[in-house]
């Protein structure tokens, strides 16, 4: 049962465009969400976290968005670099004390067209 | 620096051989977890401590064991039981998973079974 969807397994984006990339879940428990990125053979880095009590939040050229209603989630970065090009993964956190184990989605590898 | 360290990098097993992945912090975090990355499935938790001499299964414990017997260190040994352990292994640890970055990954290790 996968509580968060990557429906995207890879995106091409030209440089200099935006790159979106989507993330769903179906746990109503989540309330908290993190990017990360990586690169082969690599562990992932972090990018951006978003708590749900707020719907958007940014950091330099990343923005995530979430729309609770829809539990969707979603990152934007603009403008899109040769460097971003990575798999990315969204992560969930629920909001029940003292559970700190992350649940990632299938991730998403974006390549950027120079 | 402070950081994660995972060992070896790449490790071969022959069928019906243990092994032992080396996982270590100097973040003095006081969770750490370990994941197994496969394609097109993401990050999939193994197994994951919360404080010293504690520990718990995660969602594919089966095959695998762990201890933690000192802070810094969360080995993660792949059994003969394990029927398909070639992958690429990832540990992490955090302070909170709440709080930037939420968790800090190793380098990984990637296994094959020959």
Same mark, same amino acid.
């Given at each position: 049962d996968q509580q968060v969807k990557q429906n995207s397994p890879s995106l091409s984006v030209q440089e200099g465009r935006i790159s979106i990339l989507n993330c769903d879940y179906t746990n109503s428990m989540f309330d908290y969400f993190l990017w990360y990125k990586k690169y082969p053979a690599e562990g992932p880095?972090?990018? +951006?976290?978003?708590?749900? +009590? #707020?719907d958007k939040n940014e950091d330099g050229r990343f923005t995530v968005f979430l729309n609770k209603s829809? #539990? %969707?989630?979603?990152? %934007? +970065?603009?403008p899109s670099q040769p460097g971003d090009s990575a798999v990315y993964f969204c992560a969930a956190l629920p909001f029940n004390f003292g559970n700190e184990k992350l649940t990632f989605g299938t991730g998403t590898r974006l390549t950027i067209i120079p | 620096d402070g950081g994660i360290t995972q060992s070896p990098k790449y490790l071969f097993r022959k069928e019906g051989q243990n092994v032992t992945l080396s996982c270590e912090q100097n973040l003095n975090h006081?969770?750490?977890?370990?994941y197994r990355q496969d394609p097109g499935q993401g990050l999939r938790l193994i197994y994951y401590s919360q404080i010293v001499n504690d520990f718990q299964k995660g969602d594919i414990a089966e095959g695998y064991s762990v201890s933690r017997e000192k802070?810094?260190?969360?080995?993660?040994?792949?059994t003969s039981a394990q029927k398909n352990p070639t992958a690429f292994y990832l540990c992490a640890s955090s302070i909170s998973a709440r709080a930037s970055p939420g968790y800090t990954f190793g380098s990984g290790t990637r296994l094959t079974v020959v």
């Open positions: 880095t972090f990018l +951006i976290s978003i708590s749900s +009590i #707020k829809a #539990k %969707h989630l979603s990152l %934007h +970065i603009v | 006081d969770a750490m977890y370990w802070k810094e260190s969360f080995p993660l040994t792949v």
